[in-house]
């Protein structure tokens, strides 16, 4: 007997609240930590060519040359990340010369500074921008399947892969939230980039089902829905694997090989394509059925 997504879906749908519910407390519990993309300030990367200083001391180096408020955090054996209020060139220059003179020579690998009103609507913008990607494609979801049939609403179609599309995204989020507490990794930019990413992704692996449901439905009425569903999964399962493990073992790559600027980026799809290729096949289809098997009022 083939294996049952159908069947089995009261496990999955509990895998999933529990994920959600840890990620929304998460979230809860500690918030995302947001970068100087979105909050404002100067941002610098320095590779030491020596001994690193300590970070205590880098920051009262920087507070005695008129920048008080720094953080410092540790990057790797030789590099630091020094955060700032929002620095012109002359100030960027100054607090270098004054790292330099005490600490000795260095490299600077990064320099972002942002002001705290470009910060605030960046952050507003990235907000906007996922909003409105997801109603549009909510729409298209319900324009594109409005002739599957009386059986099934095509807003029901376009409802639950916007459910798929927020599970997708909330959970990357309580991880984010997580790491941001215990290692102080940031959210800027181009964690947004991710967002948007892991959308389309989630968003096509649930299509793809959806859309062989709809084939086969229309082939043959007399099945019952449930059924066609279920071999609807199972025909499609396995191209939704594929596709993402390939996908998957690239991004398991850029985290062992690439560098501290690249791997927050590549966690957060990496999290976030595994939760949706599982959501496609295990939670979207099965929450279509039972939807359908709810009593209809009247």
Do not use: C
Request: proline letters at 3%; charged letters at 15%; zero cysteines.
């Amino acid at each position: 007997m083939a294996f049952s997504f159908i069947r089995t879906r009261r496990a999955w749908f509990t895998v999933s609240f529990v994920s959600i519910g840890l990620s929304i407390l998460a979230l809860a519990a500690f918030g995302l930590k947001f970068g100087t993309d979105f909050t404002g300030g100067t941002l610098l990367e320095l590779s030491f060519a020596l001994e690193r200083p300590v970070n205590a001391e880098l920051a009262a180096t920087l507070e005695g040359a008129g920048f008080p408020g720094s953080t410092v955090q540790q990057a790797g054996e030789d590099r630091v990340i020094v955060r700032l209020p929002s620095l012109s060139e002359g100030q960027h220059q100054t607090a270098l010369s004054a790292i330099r003179n005490a600490h000795g020579e260095f490299e600077e690998l990064r320099f972002n500074s942002v002001g705290p009103v470009v910060g605030a609507e960046l952050q507003r913008s990235a907000i906007i921008g996922v909003l409105v990607t997801l109603l549009l494609i909510g729409l298209y979801i319900a324009l594109a399947f409005r002739k599957v049939g009386e059986q099934v609403n095509s807003w029901k179609y376009a409802i639950i892969v916007l459910f798929t599309a927020a599970h997708d995204v909330i959970i990357p989020l309580g991880l984010f939230a997580v790491l941001g507490r215990v290692w102080h990794w940031e959210v800027g930019a181009a964690f947004v980039a991710a967002i948007l990413t892991i959308l389309g992704y989630s968003i096509s692996d649930t299509v793809v089902v959806f859309d062989r449901v709809r084939e086969n439905l229309g082939r043959d009425s007399s099945e019952p829905f449930d059924e066609v569903v279920d071999r609807s999964v199972r025909q499609t399962a396995m191209r939704s694997v594929n596709t993402s493990v390939t996908t998957l073992l690239a991004l398991a790559a850029i985290l062992a090989f690439g560098g501290d600027t690249t791997r927050p980026f590549a966690l957060a799809l990496f999290a976030g394509i595994a939760t949706g290729t599982y959501s496609s096949i295990f939670i979207a289809s099965p929450l279509l059925v039972e939807w359908e098997k709810r009593p209809r009022k009247g």
